[in-house]
């Protein structure tokens, strides 16, 4: 069976609420690997076929410092080979600059970046619908 990976950080419960769209635009005859990043390891994204990633921007237009930017150095040592991504976050007050900024890093480790998401204060409807077809997305591309 086929398998797909949603990481995430959420602090305020946007991110976490991009992330269970994604998951419900993944469902059907997919695996759905849905973690917070805490409980995550390398092994959530090599054995993936395809993989979502969250995070909140940071004041220095960064992903999260403590966990998320850890885990993800972690995966620099890894060739993923153009493995389907999606990138998903909020950036409350701040512009979604950050997301572009990750985008880049994750380029650079092999993954094709299908799609990003980004909210600002709250969820609207189209980026609930966006997040949802984006996890039908990295299915189609699976």
């Known amino acids: 069976m086929k398998k797909v990976?949603?990481?995430?950080?959420?602090?305020?419960?946007?991110?976490?609420l991009l992330a269970n769209c994604i998951a419900e635009g993944v469902e059907g005859e997919v695996e759905i690997n849905l973690k917070h990043v805490n409980d995550a390891s390398e092994e959530d994204v090599i054995t993936a076929d395809a993989i979502a990633m969250g995070s909140p921007a940071m004041v220095d237009d960064g992903i999260e410092q403590l966990e998320m930017k850890p885990f993800i150095d972690k995966l620099s040592t890894i060739r993923?080979?153009?493995?389907?991504?999606?990138?998903?976050?909020?950036?409350?007050?701040?512009?979604?600059?950050?997301?572009?900024?990750?985008?880049?890093?994750?380029?650079d480790y092999g993954f094709e970046v299908?799609?990003?998401?980004?909210?600002?204060?709250s969820l609207t409807g189209e980026e609930v619908e966006k997040a949802k077809s984006l996890g039908k997305e990295l299915v189609n591309l699976m």
């Open 5 to 16: 990976s949603i990481i995430y950080w959420s602090n305020g419960g946007n991110v976490e």
């Open 80 to 107: 993923f080979n153009n493995k389907p991504l999606v990138l998903f976050g909020s950036c409350g007050w701040r512009d979604d600059k950050f997301i572009y900024n990750w985008e880049s890093v994750m380029k």
């Open 114 to 121: 299908i799609g990003k998401v980004v909210c600002k204060e």
